[in-house]
């Protein structure tokens, strides 16, 4: 079964405390992985696609790293203005997308 | 900077009653989708939507759903009869590229209430 873990589910930090957020997939015709962010009460907005293991892909104080099996979207030095939830998400090779449940970041001032 | 939009932001319906929501793409995107997601839970991808005809779609989009491309312009997903468990936020997305190889776009959604 197509599946995209992540976790943490949730993540508070303070302001400048650098951390990572894990994303594991099992999608069947895997082509990429793209990471999203999502605001309350809005619609995922694209961040990054990552094609092939070992590429990394950055914004600002945002970064995405790929392996085989796992992608890593490192924040560092966060603001307050990156509190959102984060979605890791595997594009089939039919189009439909396998979203994970995301991390809901929040960091305080 | 294009971007997706959807009408309206929220609908509120009586279960049973039919409910169009509106979907306008990026404007040189071939390929459409539906996705949803109900409170607190994951985006489910429900249907994609190519040279007029669907591409693929998901065991939630059963006959109570359909899609259209009415013009060149809007895409629409239309809930025949809807059940409470329909209540969800629907968020139109567009690409340009084949399915697989290319980011896809998300419109801001539209909250449907069924009551």
């Known amino acids: 079964e197509d599946q995209v873990t992540q976790s943490p589910e949730a993540l508070r930090l303070q302001e400048g405390e650098s951390s990572s957020l894990n994303c594991s997939y099992t999608v069947s015709g895997l082509r990429g992985l793209f990471w999203y962010r999502q605001d309350p009460g809005k619609g995922p907005e694209f961040l990054f696609t990552l094609y092939s293991a070992g590429e990394e892909k950055e914004k600002e104080r945002l970064k995405a790293t790929l392996t085989k099996k796992e992608s890593f979207l490192h924040i560092t030095a966060p603001k307050p203005e990156d509190s959102a939830t984060y979605l890791c998400?595997?594009?089939?090779?039919?189009?439909?997308?396998?979203f994970g449940q995301g991390t809901t970041l929040q960091v305080k001032p | 900077e294009p971007e997706v939009t959807q009408t309206p932001s929220h609908q509120v319906t009586q279960m049973g009653q039919e409910v169009i929501l509106r979907c306008v793409p990026i404007?040189?995107?071939?390929?459409f989708y539906w996705y949803r997601q109900i409170l607190g839970q994951k985006v489910e991808f429900l249907v994609s939507?190519?040279?007029?005809?669907?591409?693929?779609k998901s065991e939630i989009f059963d006959d109570q759903f359909s899609v259209e491309r009415p013009d060149g312009s809007n895409f629409t997903l239309k809930i025949r009869s809807t059940k409470l468990e329909d209540s969800a936020m629907y968020f139109c997305a567009s690409s340009e590229s084949p399915p697989g190889n290319h980011e896809q776009f998300f419109g801001p959604g539209t909250r449907l209430t069924v009551l």
């Open positions: 939507f190519y040279n007029n005809e669907i591409s693929e």
């Open positions: 404007s040189n995107h071939l390929y």
């Open positions: 998400v595997g594009p089939s090779n039919t189009g439909k997308l396998i």
